[in-house]
């Protein structure tokens, strides 16, 4: 069974702590091991009553998730899953991070088979979203690709709006992710429950709902692989695949692995001098993992 990932982001005070404090309540309740990463110091006090013995949290300490730390991001979470095994690991990232970046730093291919990302949270501060106007144009850009990258986006601080403007925020969201689970959340409590995780194990519909949008999908190979059937299967992938990485075992170079890597329709190869495992993460909008998967097989000639 795959440890359960869930990503937690939003601007600074949008109520990340908040929300995540009585996620953990209930992952205690459900009596699911649970563990958290952080990259901020003091965000949030542990206190073990609430997060219990068996919450795990570690500290990403040196600045934003997804710009200065994105490879430290695999050995912690690499280290988590060996020391605890947890059901479930929640990422609480900064205001900073773009969700994009950081769901790429989450499905490195060496835990890609033991991890499973199941879904990007992002939380909107109403007032905050609507005077976006004023901030930097770079800062306002950020906040808009976090709501239009998510899987689901629970607007806060709503006691301090009037239900026009929050109304007017659920309009501009939905504008920008039409797909989006769009709810409002007061203290931490989410109109109609939590979205996901808090103890509940993904549902299978539940599963569908949340990857509408960025699917991660892991293969692992136990074969090798062709170089010119492989390239051409690259070369027909639809513009919905944004992103591959792995590693992969060519019939041409022996034992050795190769880093691939496909960002923006542009592969890259470069062989490794270790032994690794031969996983790629394919990351794209929609993807049909039955489909790519017969084609991995095929390639591989598992039929
Ligand atoms: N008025 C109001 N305040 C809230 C709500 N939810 C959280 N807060 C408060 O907003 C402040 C920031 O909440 P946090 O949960 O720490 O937000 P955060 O996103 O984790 O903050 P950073 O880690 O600093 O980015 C705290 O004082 C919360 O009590 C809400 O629904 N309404």
Not at 38 to 55: F, P
Not at 292 to 301: D, I, M, P, S, T
Request: charged share 25%; net charge negative.
């Amino acid at each position: 069974m795959k440890t359960e990932l869930y990503i937690i982001g939003g601007f600074l005070g949008s109520g990340k702590t908040t929300l995540l404090l009585q996620l953990l309540q209930k992952e205690k309740q459900a009596g699911r091991k649970t563990a958290v990463l952080m990259n901020e110091i003091g965000s949030l006090s542990v206190d073990s009553a609430v997060l219990g013995e068996d919450t795990a949290v570690r500290d990403m300490l040196n600045g934003c998730i997804c710009c200065t730390i994105k490879d430290e991001i695999e050995v912690e979470l690499l280290t988590l899953y060996k020391e605890h095994r947890p059901d479930v690991i929640y990422i609480e990232t900064t205001g900073a991070a773009h969700p994009m970046e950081v769901l790429d730093a989450c499905t490195s291919p060496l835990i890609a088979m033991q991890i499973d990302v199941k879904g990007i949270l992002t939380l909107v501060d109403c007032i905050r979203w609507l005077e976006r106007q004023r901030l930097p144009i770079a800062h306002r850009k950020l906040m808009e690709d976090q709501a239009r990258w998510s899987d689901a986006v629970a607007l806060t601080k709503t006691d301090l709006a009037s239900s026009e403007q929050v109304e007017q925020v659920k309009k501009e969201i939905r504008a920008l992710n039409e797909k989006v689970d769009l709810r409002t959340m007061d203290f931490g409590k989410v109109e109609g429950g939590i979205f996901f995780g808090g103890g509940q194990k993904a549902a299978r519909q539940h599963h569908a709902h949340l990857h509408l949008h960025v699917r991660t999908f892991a293969y692992e190979f136990v074969n090798h692989v062709p170089r010119a059937a492989f390239i051409k299967w690259v070369e027909q992938l639809p513009d919905t695949v944004l992103r591959i990485k792995g590693f992969v075992k060519f019939e041409d170079s022996g034992e050795r692995p190769e880093l691939f890597q496909y960002a923006y329709g542009v592969p890259f190869f470069q062989p490794q001098p270790m032994k690794l495992p031969t996983v790629i993460v394919v990351i794209g909008d929609g993807l049909d993992e039955e489909q790519l998967k017969g084609q991995l097989n095929a390639l591989e000639g598992i039929f």
